[in-house]
């Protein structure tokens, strides 16, 4: 079962990239990495899902390199409604297994 | 997002009262579960259906129970609600994303149960 660390918190700045970095040391062949983000009083929207190597979509990019024993989500360009909550996710296969831990706070700033 | 849709949004009932969160979805997943979440901390999973006929326990499923009424439809039950259980409840859908990667979840707006 991978357990997943992240920081708990961020400060950003608008107009500026932000990586989130999760650790993931004991991740296992099959496992996908997944980002979810979390507004105040709502719940948590995907993000974006990867397994190896990059993935880009029209929101963030999720960086793993080839040991996969972290990952990076990075947000390019953020703006004041960035600011959530950022959880890393690896699945094991079963959904008894889904964790979200307590997940990374953004702030972004003027 | 406005597919899966929560009641009641709020509640507060005291001890010992049996409570029913209810879950609705129009977005015609066969997959849904219940998560609850306590401040300042990730969410943690109760139960999980992957369809109609199928009910099976996460992480904390003591003190609750579920019922999948309909492939729409996923109800959570508190029998004799105690203060532990307040904590602000989400439910979501998913379908199959196929060759081994992970659902797409999609999450209700949540239930905010305080019990006293």
């Known amino acids: 079962l991978a357990k997943t660390t992240q920081p708990i918190s961020m400060d950003s700045y608008e107009g500026q990239e932000v990586n989130i970095t999760c650790s993931h040391n004991?991740?296992?062949?099959?496992?996908?990495i997944t980002w979810y983000q979390q507004f105040p009083s709502q719940g948590p929207r995907f993000i974006i899902q990867g397994y190896k190597t990059k993935v880009t979509n029209e929101v963030a990019s999720l960086f793993i390199p080839a040991d996969r024993k972290s990952s990076t989500l990075s947000l390019p360009r953020v703006s004041l409604s960035d600011t959530a909550v950022y959880y890393c996710l690896v699945f094991s296969g079963g959904y008894n297994k889904l964790i979200f831990g307590a997940g990374t706070r953004l702030a972004v700033h003027p | 997002d406005a597919d899966v849709t929560q009641t009641p949004r709020n509640r507060i009932t005291k001890t010992g009262k049996r409570i029913m969160l209810e879950c609705s979805q129009t977005?015609?997943?066969?997959?849904m579960y219940w998560y609850r979440q306590d401040p300042g901390l990730g969410l943690r999973l109760i139960y999980y259906s992957f369809d109609v006929k199928d009910i099976n326990k996460g992480e904390i499923s003591d003190g609750y129970s579920v019922s999948r009424q309909a492939q729409a439809k996923f109800s959570l039950s508190l029998e004799s609600a105690i203060p532990n259980q307040t904590a602000l409840y989400f439910c979501?859908?998913?379908?199959?994303?196929?060759?081994?990667?992970?659902?797409?979840?999609?999450f209700g707006p949540g239930t905010r149960l305080t019990v006293l």
């Open positions: 979501a859908t998913s379908d199959p994303e196929g060759q081994g990667s992970p659902d797409t979840q999609y």
């Open positions: 977005k015609g997943h066969d997959r």
């Open positions: 004991n991740i296992a062949t099959n496992d996908y």
